[in-house]
Nanobody
Framework: QVQLVESGGGLVQAGGSLRLSCAAS????????MAWYRQAPGKQRELVAS????????NYALSVKGRFTISRDNAKNTVYLQMNSLKPEDTAVYYC????????????WGQGTQVTVSS
């Protein structure tokens, strides 16, 4: 099927930066929208950013707009999340999501990567 493998999480001080990567692999015919979500302890999973196939359209949560940048490399089926000016409230498990076509369109998820921002 499809595997999404995330990397780049870790511990950083407030004001610092991290870059997350997520590579999709498997029997993929096509990948459309890719996105990053996050889930903090005791909270619901929320959309952080999404990007269209052509990278023309991007959307950001208000809480990260101006600090985070989503991008993708279609040749590698990889999506990135550059996170700058990190705040303690950005601490969460970050999940990659890809809307991909194998035998039908389906949403696939990565296993998650922990981002911890210390104050």
């Amino acid at each position: 099927q499809v595997q999404l493998v995330e990397s780049g999480g870790g511990l950083v001080q407030a004001g610092g930066s991290l870059r997350l990567s997520c590579a999709a692999s498997g029997s993929i015919y096509s990948v459309s929208t890719m996105a990053w979500y996050r889930q903090a302890p005791g909270k619901q999973r929320e959309l952080v950013a999404s990007i269209s196939t052509s990278s023309i359209t991007t959307n950001y949560a208000l809480s990260v707009k101006g600090r985070f940048t989503i991008s993708r490399d279609n040749a590698k089926n990889t999506v990135y999340l550059q996170m700058n000016s990190l705040k303690p409230e950005d601490t969460a498990v970050y999940y990659c999501n890809a809307h991909a076509y194998v035998s039908s369109w389906y949403d696939y998820w990565g296993q998650g990567t922990q981002v911890t921002v210390s104050s």
